[in-house]
């Protein structure tokens, strides 16, 4: 499987406080890396990096094989996100946000592009409706249609169903598992729900104080840590990480 | 530099001003009163001299070429407030976009923007009080330009203070042409002046401008030098700004600041 997302060392320092400590770890092509911990962890600080608006304290990330801190524009034109705290600018229109991402991206045949786009996440009807109009849902589904435009190598998804119904999110899940499947990308997906997780990520990291606690496939990870579940795994990670970190 | 993506900024910019009245009024509201107003108080002042001084090309010029220059100011730091307001960094900054290419977009947007607040003025200039600042023929253009990089300088300078301090700062950015224009001489000679803003007025580029305006005005010839001068301070002020901004960017991103931007966000 061909690497697409290369982190080595990565560390964050803000003054004496450490936020993410020397992590490594790669995200492959057609794979789904679930990057997981409790609030404080490291996952947005981690996230940031990536998308190159948080420099690294030490640490190198390649995207695709550009170096951002060297090739910042070619590495993250293979590059995108969506998150919950980085919605677009409410005072343009659905449509209005996708052209000028799409331009900014460099996708060819961008009209097309975008029509297939509103088209796959259903919102032609919002196509002229002011994104800062849309539901939280809605706006979600307009995020991860900007997620995708330049259909992008390196696809960061921060919650991505954090404000959507569970049809919508088990749809969006189906959606973002048939781009991993195209093999088009790999995907790094944060998300505090376990059961999601288990659905759709090939493999887990689990984050706590800055540092990859546990690794692995969430189907196997927690009978090999003496639980039942992801969930509980989790809960265990957030409560006792050093109790995990020794076993 | 990609122009796309320049041009995605400048897109970005267009379809917010074509969405939005409150947006297109003030491009040509307060200049247009401000044409008004300094046209009747040139008038008055041409009643009470007599015939002896023409102020309407002195004070109605000089204002439409401060207006000019302030407008091209606020183009550019109004574009980059929109970020602001819509707290669209993270967006921006992790696309490919490079910084010359984002502050590219915000100075094309700009010369759209004050070229209409302009057009205004000269239209209200001619129209109403029979100043035809194209009669001076291409030899304003040098003048036009020199205020031009002015204002973009400002505009970048001051988006990068609104950038280290928060979006609270942008009222140090809106009075910075009140506060310069004093000591620029827009309605006086710098002779005017005590030595001590003397001083200060030299490094200004539109000092130049409005003394050589004046000096043509008065049957002088277009003072080369001054306009040398001029020019170089400008390009050099531009330079600076970008420099600053840049700086700024990378304390941002460096700190963390970028990623966290909000309205208290002053580290």
């Not at chain 1, 290369?6 to 003054?15: A, F, H, W």
């Not at chain 2, 401000?34 to 002195?58: E, H, K, M, Q, S």
């Not at chain 2, 070429?65 to 302030?70: E, I, V």
Request: net charge neutral; aromatic share 10%; charged share 15%.
């Amino acid at each position: 499987m061909r690497t697409v997302l290369s982190v080595v060392g990565l560390r964050r320092e803000y003054g004496k406080t450490v936020a993410v400590e020397r992590i490594t770890f790669q995200v492959g092509e057609g794979e789904i890396v679930g990057l997981l911990g409790p609030n404080g962890a490291g996952k947005t600080t981690t996230i940031s990096m990536i998308l190159g608006v948080l420099a690294p304290s030490a640490g190198t990330i390649e995207i695709d094989g550009a170096d951002l801190a060297t090739e910042r524009s070619r590495a993250l034109e293979r590059a995108n996100f969506a998150a919950v705290h980085a919605p677009l600018p409410g005072n343009l229109t659905v449509a209005q946000n996708l052209r000028i991402f799409g331009l900014l991206y460099g996708v060819q045949a961008l009209s097309a592009r975008i029509d297939a786009l509103l088209g796959q996440f259903e919102l032609q009807a919002l196509r002229d409706v002011r994104c800062g109009i849309l539901s939280s849902g809605e706006q979600t589904r307009v995020g991860l249609a900007k997620a995708l435009l330049n259909r992008p190598r390196v696809l960061l998804l921060d919650e991505p169903t954090a404000s959507l119904d569970p049809a919508t999110a088990r749809d969006i899940r189906t959606k973002i598992r048939a781009y991993a499947a195209e093999g088009e990308g790999g995907v790094l997906w944060t998300s505090h729900n376990m059961y999601e997780v288990e659905g759709v990520c090939d493999r887990v990291l689990f984050l706590s104080h800055g540092r990859i606690l546990l690794e692995g496939d969430p189907k196997t990870l927690p009978p090999r840590y003496g639980k039942a579940t992801l969930e509980e795994l989790f809960i265990a990670v957030a409560r006792e990480p050093l109790t995990l970190e020794g076993s | 530099m990609d122009g796309a993506r320049t041009g995605a900024i400048v897109l970005r910019h267009f379809y917010l001003l074509r969405g939005s009245l409150t947006r297109v009024v003030p491009l040509f509201i307060w200049v247009a009163i401000d044409i008004v107003l300094w046209g009747y108080i040139a008038r008055y002042l041409n009643g009470v001299a007599g015939a002896t001084f023409d102020f309407v090309p002195v004070l109605l010029g000089a204002v439409l070429l401060w207006d000019f220059c302030s407008r091209v100011m606020y183009g550019v730091s109004t574009a980059f407030f929109e970020d602001v307001w819509a707290r669209n960094f993270v967006n921006l900054f992790s696309t490919p976009l490079s910084l010359s290419e984002y502050l590219g977009g915000l100075v094309v947007s700009s010369m759209i923007t004050s070229a209409v607040g302009l057009a205004v003025m000269l239209v209200l200039a001619a129209g109403v009080f029979g100043l035809s600042v194209l009669g001076y023929g291409p030899g304003i253009f040098p003048f036009v330009l020199i205020l031009f990089l002015f204002g973009v300088a400002l505009g970048i300078l001051g988006s990068g203070v609104v950038l280290r301090l928060g979006p609270a700062a942008e009222w140090f950015v809106w009075p910075i042409p009140a506060l310069v224009s004093p000591f620029v001489g827009v309605f006086y000679p710098l002779a005017t002046l005590p030595p001590w803003m003397q001083h200060f007025a030299r490094l200004l580029p539109p000092s130049y401008v409005f003394e050589g305006l004046r000096t043509i005005l008065a049957g002088g010839a277009t003072p080369i030098d001054m306009l040398t001068l001029g020019a170089a301070l400008a390009v050099m002020y531009v330079a600076i700004a970008c420099w600053f901004f840049a700086r700024i960017y990378r304390h941002a991103v460096r700190t963390g600041l970028l990623a966290r931007y909000t309205a208290e966000s002053v580290s």
